[in-house]
C-alpha cells in the first residue's frame, strides 16, 4: 500500500497484529517530537505509545479490524506538558481480497481550533452575564457559560442538548419560541420580561439580548440572560411607596410653595396657606394675585416677582429674612428660599419656595447679647448648639448640645479650632471663608456646612454667628448657634422628587377632565342633533328611528357616567372587607351584562379548589371581574357561534389566586404593556371610554392585588390576579 510521504497530514497504517506498516514523514516527525524514540517499521505500534493511550487505541483498532469506521478528537501531550496537539481522528479498515488485513490512520492538526475554542469558553466564563449558544437548526443548547449554569442551577451535562424552550416555564414555552424564531427572521430583540425556571423550580425573570453567528459552520444564537430580579424588586418597593410620599409634602414643617415658569402657583402646602380655599384659590395665580387679596404692601411682592425673575435668569437658590405680622399682630421672623428646579438639561421647570419660621432664633440671639444669665439658661434649653470662639477662630465656650449634634463632650471642643471638626475635602476653601467673615466683623449665615461627627459620619450644619466687641470696639470674639439640618435637606430632595411626582399627576388630572368633557358632550351633541331632524320631519314614518338612535346614546352616555362615577368611587370609597361569595358575584356580573351585544353566546365556567373562606372589598371586586367579563363578551370571534369563559380560583389564608382565560380576538404583544393606560384602546374595534381597565389597575392597587395578561393575538387572553385575603 502506498502513502504520501509529504501529505499535509498524518498517515499511518497497521497490520491485523497492530505492527507498524507504513507511516508518512510528518508523523514520525511528530511522534519523534512528542513521545520520544518513533517506532520502527515492524514494531506494535500500541505498545510504543503513552501508557494513557494503549488501552484507548488498541479498543478503536479492535474496531476497525471488525469493520467498523471510527472517527474522534483528542489530543497527545510530551512527558513536560510543554507542548499539546489535537487531532481528528478517522481509522478506517484496510481490506485485501474481502478480508480485513489492517488499519488505515488518518489524523488532521486541529489545535488551532481548539485552542480558539478554549480561549472563547475561559473569555466568556469570565463575562458575569448569562451566556447560551443555541443552534438554530434544532433549537438545541451546545454551550453555557458558568453564569449560566448558576442562573439555572444545572451543570453542562444537563444543559447541553436541552432544547432552548426548556429553560422556560412550560406555559411560557409556545410564546418564547415564537419570540425567537421571529428575532431570526427579523433581527429584532424583544423588551419584554422573559421567565427563566431554575433546577428547583423558582421562577426567575431576565432581559434576553439575542446575538446571530456561526459556529463550527452552523447558525448559532448567542443568548445573554441578564436577571431583573433585583430590578423587579426595586420597582415594587417604589410602587408602595408611593402613597408615602404623597404625603409628605403636607406634614413637613415648613412653608412650601412651587410656582411655574410664568411664576403662578401651581401648589401651597397646608403649613403655607391653611384656609383650604384660599390655597385652591391661588393655583394658578401670581404672588402680586396674593398680596392684593390680603391688602398686604404690594411693593414686597414685587421684590418676589423681581427675585423669581432673578433666579430664571441665575438659577442660582436665593435666601433672606422676612419679618412679617401674624394674626394676632407679633412679628414673625421667617427664613426665605427660591431654589430654581432645573431638568436633566439644565433648563429651568419651576421655583420652589420655602419659608421656615427661626423667629425662635432671633429671640435667642437678642437674649444672648442682652444677658449673660439668660444666656446661659437658654444654652441649657434649646436643642442647638451654642458655641463661642476667639478671632483665631478655636472654640472658647460650647454648649452640652454638641455631644447631640457631633458626639464630642464641650471639653473636647474647647480650645480646638473650628477647622478640626469639619470634613477633608474643601478645609482651605472653610478656612478662608472664616477669615473673611472675622477681618469684616459681620453677622453671618452659612448654609449646609460639613462637619465630621465623631463616628465618622457627615453631619450638615445651619451656622450663624454675631461678633462680640470689647469696651473699646474691639473684635474680640464671635457667638452663635449651629443647627443640625442634615435631616431637613433629606426631606428637601425627597420633596423635589416627591414634586416630579405631583407633575406628572396633575398631567394625568388635565387628561381626564379633557377627555371626560369630550365624551360626555359627544353623545349630547348627537342627542341635539337628532332632536333637530325630528323636528324637521312631517310625518312619524322616521321617528321609531330616530327614538332608536337617541336610545343608543342615551345609554352609551349612561355607560360612561357609570364609568366615571365607578372611578370617582374607587377613589374615595373606604376599603369594607367582607366574606366573598364568588359563585354569586360572578353570576351577579354576568346577570347586569346579559343584553350587551353577543352576551348571549358566552358560556362560563367556574372551577373554585377548596372552600376556605375570602375575604375582600366586595365593590371593587364587582369593578375588577365586571371589567373583565365586559371585555370577553366584548372581542369575542365574529366567526364563532359560541364562546367559554373559564374562571379558575383558588383560595388559602393569604390570598386568592384568580385565571380568567376567554376565546376571543385577544391582544397583540406590542400593546399589552399600555393596556391600563388611562383612556388606552387596544384596538381600533374598541368604542368604550378607555377607561375600564384604568379603574381596575386603580382597584387592584386599593386592595393591594396585582395582575398579569398574558395574550396570543387572534387565540384569546388569560388574566391572573393575586387577590390579599383580608378578613374584616
Given amino acids: 500500500m502506498h502513502i504520501i510521504a509529504d501529505a499535509p497530514f498524518f498517515m499511518y497504517a497497521l497490520d491485523a497484529e497492530m505492527r507498524l506498516t507504513q507511516a508518512n514523514k510528518i508523523w514520525f516527525e511528530a511522534y519523534k517530537r512528542l513521545l520520544g524514540n518513533a517506532p520502527k517499521i515492524g514494531d506494535l505500534l500500541p505498545h510504543t505509545t503513552q501508557d494513557t493511550l494503549k488501552k484507548y487505541l488498541s479498543e478503536a483498532y479492535q474496531k476497525a479490524l471488525q469493520g467498523e469506521i471510527i472517527e474522534t478528537e483528542d489530543f497527545i501531550e510530551n512527558e513536560a506538558k510543554t507542548e499539546k496537539i489535537w487531532y481528528k481522528l478517522h481509522l478506517s479498515p484496510i481490506k485485501e481480497a474481502d478480508k480485513i488485513t489492517g488499519v488505515l490512520a488518518v489524523a488532521w492538526d486541529i ?22 449558544l443555541i443552534d438554530i437548526q434544532n433549537g438545541k443548547i451546545v454551550f453555557a457559560n458558568d453564569k449560566a449554569q448558576k442562573l439555572i442551577g444545572r451543570n453542562m451535562a444537563e444543559i447541553v442538548e436541552m432544547h432552548h424552550s426548556e429553560l422556560h416555564p412550560e406555559r411560557f414555552r409556545a410564546e418564547y419560541t415564537k419570540a425567537m424564531q421571529d428575532y431570526i427572521e427579523t433581527d429584532k430583540t424583544s423588551h419584554q420580561i422573559f421567565w427563566v425556571i431554575h433546577k428547583d423550580g423558582h421562577e426567575i425573570p431576565t432581559a434576553i439580548i439575542g446575538n446571530l453567528l456561526e459556529h463550527d459552520g452552523k447558525q448559532m444564537i448567542q443568548g445573554i440572560f441578564r436577571d431583573m430580579t433585583t430590578y423587579l424588586e426595586a420597582q415594587q418597593a ?10 409628605i409634602l403636607n406634614h413637613i414643617p415648613i412653608d412650601i410653595a412651587v410656582l411655574d415658569k410664568n411664576d403662578t402657583y401651581t401648589y401651597l402646602n397646608p403649613k403655607a396657606i391653611k384656609d383650604e380655599e384660599l390655597r385652591k384659590w391661588l393655583i394658578g395665580k401670581k404672588i402680586l394675585d396674593y398680596y392684593e387679596y390680603r391688602n398686604l404692601d404690594t411693593k414686597r411682592g414685587e421684590v418676589k416677582q423681581n427675585q423669581l425673575h432673578h433666579i430664571r435668569q441665575t438659577k442660582i437658590p436665593t435666601k433672606w429674612e422676612d419679618n412679617i405680622k401674624d394674626k394676632q399682630g407679633k412679628e414673625v421672623h421667617l427664613l426665605r428660599r427660591f431654589t430654581p428646579i432645573l431638568d436633566e438639561k439644565e433648563q429651568f421647570v419651576m421655583s420652589l419656595f420655602t419659608g421656615e419660621n427661626i423667629t425662635y432664633l432671633k429671640q435667642a440671639q437678642q437674649q444672648l447679647l442682652s444677658s449673660e444669665q439668660r444666656y446661659r439658661n437658654l444654652v441649657e434649653t434649646t436643642s442647638d448648639w451654642i458655641w463661642e470662639t476667639n478671632i483665631q477662630g478655636k472654640f472658647t ?3 452640652p448640645q454638641v455631644y447631640d449634634i457631633l458626639g464630642y463632650t464641650p471639653k473636647e471642643v474647647v480650645g480646638k479650632s473650628v477647622m478640626q471638626f469639619t470634613t477633608q475635602g474643601g478645609k482651605d476653601k472653610k478656612w478662608q471663608i472664616f477669615q473673611e467673615i ?5 453677622n453671618f449665615m452659612l448654609e449646609e456646612l460639613e462637619y465630621q461627627h465623631k463616628s465618622g459620619k457627615i453631619v450638615l450644619l445651619q451656622t450663624s454667628g454675631a461678633p462680640i466687641y470689647n469696651s473699646d470696639w474691639e473684635l474680640t470674639n464671635y457667638r452663635g448657634i449651629a443647627r443640625d439640618v442634615t435631616r431637613q435637606k433629606g426631606a428637601e430632595h425627597l420633596l423635589q422628587n416627591t414634586l416630579r411626582e405631583l407633575k406628572d399627576r396633575n398631567f394625568e388630572l388635565d387628561s381626564f377632565v379633557y377627555k371626560v368633557s369630550h365624551d360626555l358632550r359627544a353623545p349630547l351633541s348627537s342627542m341635539l342633533g337628532l332632536l333637530n331632524l325630528m ?5 312619524f314614518e322616521n321617528m321609531p328611528s330616530y327614538i332608536q338612535m337617541m336610545q343608543d346614546r342615551a345609554q352609551k352616555l349612561d355607560n360612561f357616567i357609570r364609568t366615571v362615577l365607578a372611578y370617582s368611587q374607587n377613589l374615595n370609597q373606604h376599603i369594607a372587607p367582607q366574606r366573598i361569595d364568588f359563585q354569586k358575584l360572578i353570576a351577579q356580573c354576568f346577570d347586569e351584562l346579559q343584553y350587551m351585544p353577543c352576551a348571549p353566546r358566552m358560556t362560563w365556567i367556574l372551577k373554585q379548589k377548596d372552600d376556605t373562606p375570602f375575604y375582600n372589598d366586595e365593590f371593587r371586586l364587582m369593578i375588577i371581574f365586571k371589567n373583565f367579563i365586559s371585555n370577553a363578551i366584548k372581542y369575542q370571534k365574529t366567526n364563532q357561534d359560541e364562546s367559554t369563559l373559564q374562571i379558575k380560583i383558588e383560595v388559602n389564608h393569604a390570598h386568592a389566586t384568580i385565571s380568567i382565560q376567554d376565546e376571543g380576538i385577544g391582544i397583540e404583544s406590542e400593546y399589552l404593556p399600555k393596556i391600563f393606560d388611562m383612556f388606552y384602546r387596544a384596538t381600533e374595534k374598541a368604542e368604550g371610554s378607555g377607561l375600564g381597565l384604568y379603574i381596575v389597575k386603580q382597584a387592584l392597587d386599593k386592595i393591594k392585588g396585582k395582575v398579569r395578561i398574558e395574550s396570543i393575538y387572534n387565540q384569546g387572553t388569560t388574566i391572573f390576579l393575586k387577590i390579599p385575603n383580608v378578613p374584616a
Fill in 438 to 442: 472675622w477681618a469684616r466683623g459681620d
Fill in 111 to 132: 489545535s488551532e481550533k481548539n485552542q480558539w475554542k478554549a480561549k472563547y469558553e475561559d473569555l466568556i466564563n469570565k463575562i458575569t452575564e448569562a451566556i447560551f
Fill in 397 to 399: 465656650y460650647c454648649s
Fill in 238 to 247: 417604589l410602587e408602595k411607596q408611593k402613597e408615602f410620599y404623597e404625603t
Fill in 535 to 539: 323636528q324637521l320631519e312631517t310625518t
